[in-house]
């Protein structure tokens, strides 16, 4: 190691070196202008990037150049950004408009293309990018959402600089992605657009990568959606269970209400976790909403169960159109008759069968005698008639 290293300090000493390389192609340079040869000729910028905080940006200068032969057959050096011109690629849909707040340049790699052909840069910097992303929560969190970034020059148009995918099968790499804890990767791509605008004359390249992530739901399943689940079930289940004759069963209404104000707190958890939005209700916002009508019918209908019975036992029956009520609902929720209701019911089937039968009975005296009033009285009528008069023949 240390024999190496003497080696190389002394190459970078002689002449040829990095040092003399970038004294010559910096004294008749000005990195604040655009690096063209030619009046007209435009810088193609290839983009690309990876999700581990990195982008790559290549273009080639055509002021930067060097003959390889009279340094020491260097092809390469590495150049601080400041020194050279960069572009102004810029994302058009950043939530923060300071670079220094979420990328940091460093050194360019600048290698020659001969003497007068220019120079290819590329530079590699690390950044975090804060971009807003609109988000579709119908099915959370079950939901897959796609995120745009727009690049391009904020300045300059199409004929100064035009930008172009560097690997357009894979647009955004993710061989370096460290794993979230939260979303998948599913698919990337990148579309290359040409936008007019009012104000220029010429179009503006813009490069739009597409990520498209899956959201982790098991965390929402194991900590939401199974413990609601178990909640509603265990609810409906007392709901149904059966009423006590003597006193009402006012522990249901207790219940229900528990059972509310633990839904309040699960759905406060919901929405923490969750944007505020107006566009559509959430998949997971029409489950709890659903949970909690079901408990709440159910509650009220309890309530209604244990008003009848406390006004049966003061002496007060309910009203025919209320029973029609009930006898509609437990046939819809095939829920089974008591059995001291059975036992009246079937009482009062055998009195209105009885009372029908003696009403029968009656109805056939009647008519016996109203059919034997008639023969009495159609006999009186023929001994009062004339003999019919007898032929001629006889």
């Not at 460093?106 to 992303?133: D, M, Q, R, W």
Request: aromatic share 10%; net charge positive; hydrophobic share 40%.
């Amino acid at each position: 190691m240390l024999v190496n290293f003497i080696l190389t300090a002394r190459k970078l000493s002689e002449p040829g070196d990095q040092y003399e390389i970038a004294n010559h192609i910096l004294s008749r340079y000005n990195a604040g202008l655009i690096p063209t040869s030619k009046s007209g000729q435009k810088i193609e910028v290839y983009f690309s990037m990876e999700l581990y905080q990195i982008i790559s940006v290549r273009w080639t200068d055509h002021l930067l150049g060097w003959d390889p032969e009279k340094f020491g057959n260097n092809t390469e050096i590495m150049l601080p950004h400041h020194n050279i011109w960069l572009p102004d690629t810029t994302l058009y849909n950043s939530l923060v408009m300071k670079d220094d707040e979420n990328r940091r340049l460093l050194h360019a790699k600048v290698t020659t293309l001969g003497e007068g052909n220019g120079a290819f840069i590329e530079l590699l910097y690390p950044t975090i990018y804060k971009l807003s992303c609109l988000l579709n929560l119908r099915f959370f969190p079950f939901d897959v959402q796609t995120c745009r970034l727009l690049f391009g020059s904020w300045t300059f148009d199409n004929t100064k600089i035009d930008y172009f995918a560097f690997n357009k099968t894979t647009a955004i790499g993710t061989a370096n992605c460290i794993e979230n804890e939260g979303w998948n990767v599913l698919s990337t791509n990148v579309i290359r657009h040409e936008n007019k605008y009012e104000c220029c004359p010429n179009n503006y390249t813009l490069l739009e990568f597409r990520l498209t992530i899956q959201r982790k739901p098991l965390y929402y399943i194991i900590n939401l959606i199974i413990p609601t689940s178990i909640i509603t079930f265990i609810s409906i289940i007392g709901f149904f269970s059966t009423s006590s004759i003597n006193e009402p069963r006012e522990e249901k209404i207790t219940l229900g209400i528990t059972t509310l104000l633990s839904m309040s707190i699960l759905i406060f958890m919901v929405s923490d976790k969750m944007p505020s939005t107006s566009s559509f209700i959430p998949l997971i916002g029409l489950f709890y909403t659903s949970m909690i009508l079901l408990i709440s019918f159910s509650t009220i209908c309890s309530s209604i169960v244990i008003y009848v019975q406390k006004q049966g036992n003061i002496g007060n029956p309910p009203s025919k159109n209320l029973m029609n009520i009930a006898r509609g609902v437990n046939r819809f929720i095939r829920m089974e008759m008591p059995l001291i209701m059975k036992q009246a019911y079937a009482q009062k089937a055998r009195e209105e069968k009885l009372r029908r039968q003696q009403l029968g009975r009656k109805q056939s005296l009647w008519t016996r005698v109203y059919k034997l009033a008639r023969e009495q009285a159609m006999r009186k009528v023929r001994t009062f008639l004339p003999p019919k008069p007898r032929s001629l023949s006889e």
